[in-house]
């Protein structure tokens, strides 16, 4: 960068960790501050807290230099720029639990009056600090919790009364009033993967500012900085706009799934090929030939919890989200699709039945709202032994759904040995590789939610949509 700038980020979660090392690694002076221990003392020691292709090496470069990290909410101060990257979890009506947002946003206020009180700003000055949402909240919650949450900490308005200077830096003219802070608030919603953040925040197909005093535009400007070429659009709008459109974003991808999802099952149903529909449909500029690989449905952190609240959100200003409704509604009865069809072929009561694959998706070990879930649920419930693979995710499935019934398998070979079938959920490279290990199976059906393997002879094969 041309202007290095100190920023704290609050939440050292994937979200928060990720834009930490990308930030120090564009030249900025940045402090981590986190309420837990273990991701302070991880990134302190130069190890990245959560895993992500690229992060490890990141905060290694940089911590101890322009990277640390700390429990104290002092740092904020100290900075111009503070993002909260906090967790936003559901609440079981699928609306946010923001608390931890509130709580943050509180602690902020809080840390900048104090500072403010030992004379961190000096006299007569207005020193300008910019507290930007990251985490995902729907549209209202940055005028209705966040900003009320930090004038409850900094004990006024984000703008000082008194201030009658409108330039930082500028208050020759009120020498004995002492230095405050001018608090703005802004939105910057993240589109990040799973799996590829790094590079996914290094390249952005857009950046979306939601601000409403220039200044903090021109602030976030110069945080992102090196990205702002000219082939990324910078979204330039308000605060709940910004965040909206990040619904709206996740939204569409769902739904999109779900639309496939469901052209699919109609294309089962009259023995077409669902893949060579999407190929074609997506050969149209204004589909997109991408997120058309219909299967299982989706899984994942995101699209869950982003659809779930923005229903909720619609709810509350008593809108029916019906589409969007629709969308769940499809996305749940996938695995149920996947099981009738295995039902066809085998039953599978007594029988040992292979579960290729538990993340919810390639290249991660996560397995939040993994369509496995419902699957070997499904299994045990027909009285099937289900034997699961997975490369990586068998220790994340057994933390989170401890209820699941199933014996972990070494490798697919050792899952599909004396099967009576096998059902794919997620779509590993190397399940396409599987060819003789078919052999093994004692009765050879596959039922494939992902479309990895290949129809062949000797086996009895059914793709979800195809
Ligand atoms: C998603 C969004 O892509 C990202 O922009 C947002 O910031 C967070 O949520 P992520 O959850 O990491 O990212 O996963 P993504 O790669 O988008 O896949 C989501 C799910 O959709 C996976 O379960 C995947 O298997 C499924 N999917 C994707 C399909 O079933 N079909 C497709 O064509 C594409």
Redesign the pocket.
């Known amino acids: 960068v041309q202007d290095s700038m100190n920023i704290t980020i609050v939440g050292s979660g994937y979200v928060g960790t990720t834009l930490a090392a990308c930030l120090a690694d564009f030249g900025h002076e940045v402090v981590a501050i986190d309420i837990d221990e273990d991701p302070v003392r991880a990134i302190n020691a130069g190890e990245a807290p959560i895993h992500e292709p690229g992060l490890d090496e990141l905060v290694a470069e940089h911590a101890g230099e322009n990277l640390t990290a700390t429990k104290d909410y002092a740092a904020v101060a100290d900075a111009e720029v503070t993002f909260l990257a906090l967790p936003t979890p559901a609440r079981d009506d699928g609306s946010l639990d923001i608390a931890a947002i509130e709580s943050g946003s509180e602690s902020v206020g809080e840390a900048l009056a104090r500072a403010e009180q030992a004379g961190a700003v000096p006299d007569g000055e207005i020193a300008r600090h910019l507290v930007v949402i990251k985490s995902t909240v729907t549209p209202a919650v940055p005028e209705e919790v966040v900003v009320p949450a930090i004038e409850r900490g900094l004990g006024r308005a984000l703008k000082p009364e008194l201030s009658t200077s409108d330039q930082e830096g500028n208050g020759a003219d009120d020498s004995d009033t002492p230095g405050q802070f001018e608090v703005g608030m802004a939105t910057n919603p993240?589109?990040?993967?799973?799996?590829t953040a790094v590079s996914d925040l290094l390249n952005p197909d857009k950046m979306v500012f939601g601000y409403d005093a220039e200044w903090a535009g021109d602030r976030l400007e110069g945080v992102f900085e090196p990205l702002l070429t000219d082939e990324v659009p910078i979204v330039r709008t308000d605060p709940a706009t910004a965040m909206m459109i990040k619904y709206a974003?996740?939204a569409f991808?769902a739904s999109k799934?779900s639309l496939?999802?469901e052209l699919g099952n109609v294309c089962k149903e009259y023995g077409i090929d669902a893949y060579e529909v999407a190929d074609a449909i997506g050969l149209d500029d204004r589909i997109g030939e991408?997120?058309?690989?219909?299967?299982?449905?989706?899984?994942?952190?995101?699209?869950n919890k982003?659809v779930d609240a923005l229903r909720a959100a619609a709810r509350d200003r008593g809108y029916e989200p019906a589409l969007l409704d629709a969308a769940v509604a499809v996305n749940d009865t996938q695995p149920a699709r996947l099981l009738a069809l295995l039902d066809e072929h085998v039953d599978v009561d007594g029988k040992r039945v292979a579960v290729l694959g538990l993340a919810?998706?390639p290249g991660t070990d996560d397995t939040r709202n993994s369509?496995a879930v419902p699957v070997i649920e499904g299994l045990t419930e027909r009285g099937a032994d289900v034997v699961a693979y997975d490369p990586v995710a068998v220790d994340d499935i057994r933390d989170r759904y401890p209820h699941l019934r199933f014996e972990a398998a070494e490798s697919a070979r050792v899952a599909l040995s004396g099967a009576h079938a096998a059902v794919v959920v997620t779509?590993w490279d190397e399940f396409a590789a599987l060819d003789s290990e078919f052999d093994s199976m004692a009765e050879p059906v596959v039922v494939d939610g992902?479309r990895v393997i290949e129809r062949r002879d000797g086996i009895t094969y059914e793709g979800l949509t195809w």
């Open positions: 993240e589109f990040l993967r799973e799996g974003n996740n991808l799934i496939i999802n991408q997120f058309l690989r219909s299967g299982v449905g989706w899984g994942g952190s995101c699209f982003d919810f998706k369509r779509d992902r």
